[in-house]
Antibody, heavy 119, light 107 residues
């Protein structure tokens, strides 16, 4: 079955850029929304945005100015870039697959990557 | 943004009990609504989609209902593996938003 695995640095310095990649195995990266979600004890689950295999993106307005997502269908992976990070961006970041049709839920999730923003 | 408000925030119950968790959306979302279960250190897992459709492999003791702004998740005859945190989610409009979670604990 389809599995997702996040990878990237666990520690990022303030004002730097957080970069994560999600590798999709066991299935094709086409025909879904590929999503990033983060979770903190204080704010709970926060949808960061998604990218379609066509390259179309949709970002959370609260993060839009700092977020870029990209997709590499040849490598079956997609990526997240979050610029100018602060301590408030410390979270568990997960990638997920979201259906293209109603009710559009996330049916496959990665284990999560803990990212700490600290000097 | 559509705000999703869950209640209660936490709940204590015993094995065999039935419990109900509610979620209210700040505006009508039809049935663009899903319930997830999350256990410590794990990713959320979808239980109910489209407000009332039980996902494959999810026990029938889980039941979802509602439409518009008010939704419920009922778990009957609680089992040890049901003690977890439950989240509601709306996918009606962007940004997708989640409830703050309901932590279900063993009494």
């Amino acid at each position: 079955q389809v599995q997702l695995q996040e990878s990237g640095p666990g520690l990022v310095s303030p004002s730097e850029t957080l970069s994560l990649t999600c590798r999709v195995s066991g299935g094709s990266i086409t025909a879904y929304y590929w999503t990033w979600i983060r979770q903190t004890p204080g704010k709970g689950l926060e949808w960061i945005g998604h990218i379609h295999d066509s390259g179309t993106t949709n970002y959370n307005p609260s993060l839009k100015s700092r977020v870029t997502m990209s997709i590499d269908t040849s490598k079956n992976q997609f990526s997240l870039s979050l610029t100018s990070v602060t301590a408030a961006d410390t979270a568990v970041y997960r990638c997920a697959r979201r259906l293209l049709r109603w009710p559009f839920y996330m049916d496959v999730w990665g284990e999560g990557s803990t990212v700490t923003v600290s000097s | 943004d559509i705000r999703m408000t869950q209640s209660p925030s936490s709940l204590s119950a015993s094995i065999g009990d039935s419990v109900t968790i509610t979620c209210r959306a700040s505006q009508s979302i039809s049935t663009y609504f899903n319930w997830y279960q999350q256990k410590p250190g794990k990713a959320p897992k979808v239980l109910i989609s489209g407000a009332s459709s039980l996902e494959s492999g999810v026990p029938s003791r889980f039941r979802g209902s509602g439409s518009g702004t008010d939704f419920t998740l009922t778990i009957s005859s609680l089992q040890p593996e049901d003690f977890a945190t439950y989240y509601c989610q709306q996918t009606f409009s962007s940004p997708i938003t989640f409830g703050q979670g309901t932590r279900l604990e063993i009494k």
